[in-house]
């Protein structure tokens, strides 16, 4: 037979969850540093809206001078970073934390930066070392979480390949402009 004695029984599993209700999600059992997991989480947040900021100056930058096809790669990306942010703060809510959308400080608590770029190949190039960012910062996120938090880690693997493609849909903009 299996040895399952690292299990909790199920008679201190069924106290426990009785046990400090108000907390809802976060039971006994949650092995996160739930300060720190909510402070890189608002950090990923900040990150996060600045992307959406960032591409939308360059959705708009780019349809004024017609350059649609670029445009709407810019203008999916938006969308989807505002998915993310809004999954983020989700979790920090779920995680009892509060989501920091305070617009003074959010540059400097945000990873990628705001550059808006003089012409359409530097917004690409801006957008794709941003993404780069978020991906180092999120694979360092999802090392620390390790199995302390697995939501979070999985939230937070969805977002980094959604990064991933993000940066390959740049650099195939770039190739195909030549740049
Ligand atoms: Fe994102
Ligand atoms: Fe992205």
Do not use: W
């Not at 996160?32 to 900021?53: H, M, P, S, Y």
Request: glycine share 6%; net charge negative; aromatic share 6%.
């Amino acid at each position: 037979m299996a040895d399952k004695s690292f299990l909790t029984d199920i008679k201190t599993l069924r106290e426990r969850a009785r046990k400090h209700i108000e907390q809802g999600a976060i039971t006994e059992g949650y092995k996160g540093d739930r300060e720190t997991v909510v402070k890189i989480l608002n950090e990923a947040l900040a990150t996060e809206i600045v992307c959406v900021l960032r591409y939308k100056r360059h959705y708009f930058m780019a349809s004024g001078i017609n350059a649609e096809s670029v445009a709407q790669e810019f203008l999916q990306h938006a969308n989807e970073e505002q998915q993310h942010a809004d999954q983020i703060a989700a979790r920090i809510v779920q995680l009892k934390g509060e989501p920091n959308f305070n617009p003074d400080g959010l540059t400097t608590r945000s990873h990628a930066e705001y550059v808006e770029g003089e012409n359409l190949v530097d917004m690409i190039k801006e957008d794709l070392v941003a993404e780069r960012i978020a991906i180092d910062s999120y694979r360092e996120m999802i090392s620390y979480l390790g199995n302390d938090d697995p939501t979070t880690r999985r939230m937070m693997e969805g977002i980094l390949a959604m990064e991933e493609e993000h940066a390959d849909d740049l650099v195939s903009l770039l190739e195909e402009m030549g740049a």
